[in-house]
């Protein structure tokens, strides 16, 4: 039985945040910190589902920018989200925690496919689901695969980890020193504000199907335990506003 608030979850993961501090690919000590904060949650009994993203690697829009056609780039950007899920997997299944990799591009020898109706006993059995390739769709973000593999499961909320970034501001925090932080928003506010939390289809979906979000700092250690716990950490994104700006960074 799960003692936080929290009984099932998606835990969105940038391909930027499993780059830890170097320019380009995987930092190895970043993904094992990401695993040890997600094992901290299994511990507690959260069924936990992960969305990796891949922009450390490769992304779409950047590969079409220097030439290259806009579908097959997003194709090797879902393959990008693969390499990654195999390198959190790793480092999962090394502390202990029971984790299955499941793709929306099929590729049996490296991954399950993804089948709802699958992820759903992988939690029945007490495991820990990593979602790779995103919607297996170009054209799309991982962010836009997070919202609706977390709709699918029918996760409580989604939870979006950031790299040094504890919510989201109205204006950039690392530029500018009086940017304020939001504690709560309602989804259709961030659409319109054009708030840095998830593309807009992603942050529809989520409006849409009353999904809430909490926008927060993973590299902060056992923020997400804390979450988990119910503590109002970060930016809470739902059908409801509860408070205003609160403070600066
Ligand atoms: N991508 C895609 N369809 C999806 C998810 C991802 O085509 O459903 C491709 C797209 O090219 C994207 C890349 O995979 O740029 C990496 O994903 P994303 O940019 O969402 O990763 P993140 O920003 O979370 O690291």
């Given at each position: 039985?799960?003692?936080?608030?929290f009984h099932r979850v998606l835990l969105k993961l940038s391909g930027q945040s499993l780059q830890g501090n170097e320019g380009y690919g995987i930092d190895v000590p970043a993904v094992q910190y990401a695993a040890r904060e997600v094992f901290s949650a299994t511990r507690?009994?959260?069924?936990?589902g992960i969305v990796v993203g891949g922009g450390n690697i490769w992304r779409g829009s950047v590969a079409e920018k220097y030439g290259m056609e806009r579908g097959t780039a997003d194709y090797a950007g879902m393959l990008a989200t693969v390499i990654n899920a195999l390198s959190?997997?790793?480092?999962l299944e090394k502390l202990g925690v029971d984790v299955r990799t499941l793709t929306a591009l099929p590729m049996q020898s490296v991954a399950e496919p993804y089948i709802r109706r699958r992820a759903l006993r992988h939690f029945e059995k007490g495991r820990t689901i990593i979602f790779a390739a995103g919607t297996g769709h170009p054209y799309m973000t991982t962010d836009t695969?997070?919202?609706?593999r977390a709709v699918e499961i029918g996760a409580e909320v989604l939870l979006m980890a950031k790299n040094n970034v504890d919510g989201v501001y109205d204006s950039d925090p690392n530029t500018n020193p009086e940017a304020q932080r939001f504690s709560s928003l309602d989804h259709m506010e961030a659409i319109n504000k054009r708030l840095d939390v998830m593309d807009s289809t992603a942050l529809s979906m989520c409006m849409d199907n009353e999904l809430p979000l909490i926008v927060f700092d993973l590299f902060q250690p056992d923020n997400l335990a804390r979450i988990l716990q119910g503590e109002p950490l970060g930016t809470i994104i739902s059908g409801e506003k509860q408070r205003d700006v609160v403070s600066t960074k």
């Open positions: 039985m799960a003692t936080g608030v507690m009994g959260v069924e936990v959190l997997q790793d480092s695969a997070a919202a609706l």
